[in-house]
């Protein structure tokens, strides 16, 4: 039954809104509103010529100089000479506009958008869903049948290829660094972070008793795409183990005191653990004007950081014409194939040296890394890594008093490894792994480039104010949009505020100009 309350309130409350415009304009007949319309990005120019209705809509008018900026002339639609047989479906652009909405309106579900583009037959004309004519309402088309439902709302979303979601990111870029001032070099400074998405399953809820919450082969049924995986995992001592409560935020996978072996509590490892995705972000800050979206990509959260990093930067380069030279990240970052990214560009990735392995590897001029000892270990052999998230080439270094002939001479300080055919050093070839050790962290240049992180930072922050964070969905393709969406609808925020502080920085000028012209 509720279906049918919600149903009749929705066209209760359009008869109220036709009683009202009839009284309205029951001394000035309603002007003819066109059912065929052109798109969003048409009627939000200035020489459009909108109904009385809608520019009097201060809903419509909103949205207008919010989505308008966006080129749905040339939005991907599917291919009407598709080789598949059925119908053309509606246009997806209006659905795509509308989902915008819903994420700006904070609407959690589908139900409550359409019961707000009802309650805005305005906002319905602009968007442009094809309307159902209909002579009881002064606006010329019956607003809830011309809606799709509830369901075919949520269909599209997760139904819809994010390629074309993608073609909107790729357009806020392009608008952003087109009203930016011309001498700033837009996007040159990128910084990177991942956010994780919990996903909407009984095994996220705490309060929820399961024996397996934390098996990663018993795949929760109320989400068949998310993956299990570590939000943060750290080392406690005995004193902190104590003050761990057992609520989410000190989530583990279950196991109780060892017997036989035991591990030192000193090194036992507490980590917060959900079902669920992340999303990867590159953004960029410019000072004075804010922070953009460059790019996004949301994975399973069993993904690692650093598998986002390739994918992400294609997409920036792709939209931005050139490589960035400078990037800052976080340690779970910090790979060789990152560094010698930055370093092709031109410039360096500002990322902390994680505390692994020995980070006190020195290197002679010519890049041959240093033994205990002082002396240039020279290369013996290369082999290929494909164990790790990127393949590349690995070399073997050994002691140059036995390699490539032996010299006759003993090692200088007697390192413990000279009985065992000498040392041997295991690394990448590339020049990451030597800038990895090398770069200059104390440096003012480097300081600057890493606090370029806080761009990621407040950008994940209003992505959590948007609702990223829990979403109310049980579906991978349909978050994965969801995602991308809040990210374009960040980057539109952003865009007015370029524009409405240009419009502030231009206007002390023109009144200058205009008291010059007077006097």
């Not at 357009?171 to 001032?181: A, D, K, N, Q, R």
């Not at 991942?194 to 919450?213: G, Q, S």
Request: proline fraction near 8%; charged fraction near 25%.
């Amino acid at each position: 039954m509720l279906p049918e309350i919600v149903t009749g309130s929705n066209w209760l409350n359009q008869r109220v809104d036709g009683v009202r415009q009839r009284m309205i304009h029951f001394i000035l007949p309603p002007e003819p509103v066109p059912l065929e319309r052109p798109s969003l990005s048409q009627l939000a120019r200035p020489e459009a010529r909108l109904p009385r209705f809608v520019a009097e809509c201060a809903v419509a008018g909103k949205y207008l100089d919010l989505l308008g900026p966006l080129d749905w002339d040339l939005f991907p639609e599917r291919d009407p000479t598709r080789p598949w047989p059925g119908p053309q479906p509606a246009a997806r652009a209006p659905f795509v506009a509308a989902f915008l909405v819903k994420i700006d309106q904070a609407k959690r579900y589908m139900t409550h958008l359409r019961q707000y583009l009802v309650e805005h037959p305005a906002l319905v004309w602009v968007l442009g869903f094809e309307l159902t004519p209909s002579p009881d309402f002064p606006w010329g088309f019956d607003v809830d049948a011309s809606l799709p439902s509830s369901r075919q709302f949520s269909r599209v979303l997760r139904t819809l290829d994010n390629d074309a979601l993608q073609f909107l990111l790729s357009g806020t870029v392009s608008l952003i660094g087109h009203e930016l001032p011309e001498d700033i070099l837009f996007g040159d400074v990128v910084a990177g972070d991942t956010k994780h998405i919990i996903a909407f399953v009984k095994e996220n809820n705490p309060k929820v008793y399961l024996e397996d919450r934390y098996d990663k082969t018993k795949q929760p049924k109320g989400d068949p795409d998310c993956r299990l995986g570590c939000k943060k995992k750290r080392n406690v001592s005995p004193e902190q183990d104590t003050k761990l409560s057992n609520g989410a935020a000190q989530r583990q996978p279950p196991g109780g005191t060892p017997t036989t072996n035991p591990i030192p509590a000193s090194q036992a490892r507490v980590g917060e653990y959900y079902w669920g995705y992340a999303s990867g972000v590159i953004a960029t800050k410019v000072l004075g004007w804010g922070e953009f979206v460059l790019a996004e990509l949301t994975l399973p959260f069993d993904r690692s950081d650093i598998s986002y990093f390739f994918p992400l930067m294609a997409d920036v380069e792709r939209r931005l014409a050139f490589r960035p030279r400078f990037g800052a990240f976080d340690m779970a970052f910090e790979a060789h194939y990152v560094y010698d990214f930055f370093y092709q560009a031109g410039g360096f990735a500002a990322i902390r040296l994680s505390k692994r392995g020995d980070n006190t590897r020195r290197f002679d001029p010519d890049g041959l890394p240093l033994c205990a000892a002082g002396l240039a270990m020279p290369l013996k052999s290369t082999f290929t890594c494909r164990t790790a998230e990127v393949h590349h080439q690995r070399g073997r270094y050994a002691c140059p008093l036995l390699h490539p002939e032996p010299t006759g001479q003993v090692c200088p300080i007697d390192h413990k490894n000279w009985n065992k055919a000498g040392c041997l050093v295991t690394m990448p070839t590339s020049i990451g792994a030597r800038i990895r050790y090398t770069l200059d962290r104390d440096s003012q240049q480097f300081k600057d480039i890493y606090k370029q992180r806080t761009a990621t930072e407040r950008v994940n922050s209003l992505a959590v104010e948007l609702d990223i964070e829990r979403p109310k969905l049980r579906n991978g393709q349909a978050i994965v949009n969801q995602n991308t969406l809040i990210y374009v609808l960040i980057n539109l925020r952003a865009l007015q505020r370029v524009r409405a502080r240009k419009a502030r920085l231009d206007h002390p000028a023109m009144e200058t100009e205009a008291t010059v012209t007077l006097s």
